[in-house]
Each structure stands twice: as structure tokens, then as C-alpha cells.
């Protein structure tokens, strides 16, 4: 198989091959964002699906040597270098910070909602930082893409509202905004995981008990996830809408309604329709 092929098979689009270094590319899943990411060597290479994979994929050419395999073993301990890396850089992004409002969070229907704002090269960027068993390993950046920092570790890492209540896992920052919004004026309590992945959300939703607030996307690939948990699960009756999106467009009070007959799902009726 081909590499260009290989990483069609894993839903990346790549338009012309840059080689001996790690590129961003789009996703079949997400067209319009740099949600893949790939390294060409020749004869070895690597992909990544953020939305599917927590880690990359390697392929190999027919007449590949062993070198590269020594190769990916120098790659592995600087990953490590990275993650720590990476983990000091996203605290002292956070110790930048300011409390403000942001675009994103206007344009996700919470104009009044502050978040950790950082001023950097003239851009205003939203940071959600990402923990993993309350240790700080990175941070998701927001501006006019979605970023994280190089090389940190998010397998695993997760960034939570926490009421004291039951755990809700979901992908983004925005839906978690709009089902804390909707669990306030149900009045229960809530501890919303974060998750930034499907994949990454399979994994921690393995480890607690929950239910799931999936993304409708095009690909199926939230629903996939959610189905993954063996959790009760809410998903958006639009394909392409996540539960901000249902938010925004039915209003508060039927989200909120929408999303209680999640936590009144029998076990056999695991999933809640809109």
C-alpha cells in the first residue's frame, strides 16, 4: 500500500506530500480543520487522526529498512522530552492569563462567560487548560482554529466542571458550557469531563461511570464513540450539530428537557432522542 493511501484509509486528506517532518492536514471527518496530522520518511511514515486515534499509526514501505525502527526509538524519547516540555510551557501560558471574555465564547451563545484569556502576537486566544489526575499536562488553545500545545500527552487528559454531581463526558468546551447551562436550570447537580476527542473520550469515559453527551458529526464518528462506552448516551437529532448547537438553535428549556431524558433512559433504551 501506498502512503498516500495508507493515510486516506485513515481519513486524512493530503493534497501533496511534505516529507521528514510532522505536517498538519484536514480530515474527512473535519474538512475545514487541521484535525490530522502525518510524517513521510520514504520508505516509513506515520499518521494521526485526532477525532480517531490517540496515538499514531505506522506505515512501511515493501523495501523499508530497520533504521527507521532505531529512528522511532529516538522519537520516543523525545516525545517524553516533549510532554514535559509541554506541560511547563501550559503553566506559564495559565500564569499569562487573564479573566475575560472571549469571541468564541460570544459566538457559543455566552457573551457574559470569562475564561482564561492570553494576549499573544497581537491574538486573543481562549486557554482550557488539561489535566490528567489534576496534573497539569497541556492546554487547548482557541482563536480562530482550535490548537494544542506541541508534543503534550492528551490521552487521558480531560478538563472538568465540576458541581459535585454525576459525570457527563463530551467532546468540546462549548457543549460542556451549554449542558452546565442546562443542568443549572433542570437544578441537578453535574461534574462535566471535558474529553477534546472521541477517541480520548472512550478512553476516559471507560474509566468512571456516566452518560454521554455525543456530537452528531457527518462521519458518525461521535455516535461510534458513544455506543463505545456501553454509557447512556444524548445525541443531536441534526447531523453536524453538537448539544451547543441544539442549544443555540431550540433554546435553553427544551435542550434542557431534551438532555433529562437522558438520565431517565432504561438500559434498554440507552439512547436519548431530541
Partial sequence: MRFEDFAMAHGLIIKSIIGDRWVSTPTEDHPNKRNGRYKYLGDVGWVQNWATM???SMWRSDTASPKPFVRMAGEDKRRLEDMAKAAAKAGWILHQTYNGCHPYLESKGFKDENGNIWDVD???????PMRIDGQLVGCQL?????????GQKSKGATFTIDAKGPSIFCEGY????????????????YAIHVCFSASNLIFVASK??????????KSGVG???AIETKKPYWISDAVGEDFNDYHLRVGLFRASQSLKRLFFASTNDT???T
Fill in 54 to 56: 490517540e496515538s499514531p
Fill in 122 to 128: 497581537g491574538k486573543k486566544l481562549l486557554v482550557i
Fill in 142 to 150: 482557541i482563536g480562530e482554529e482550535k490548537k494544542f500545545l506541541y
Fill in 174 to 189: 462549548a457543549t460542556a458550557l451549554s449542558v452546565r447551562a442546562a443542568m443549572k436550570a433542570m437544578g441537578v447537580r
Fill in 208 to 217: 468512571m461511570n456516566g452518560t454521554v453527551v455525543a456530537d452528531n458529526d
Fill in 223 to 225: 455516535e461510534k464513540a
Fill in 271 to 273: 439512547k436519548a432522542k
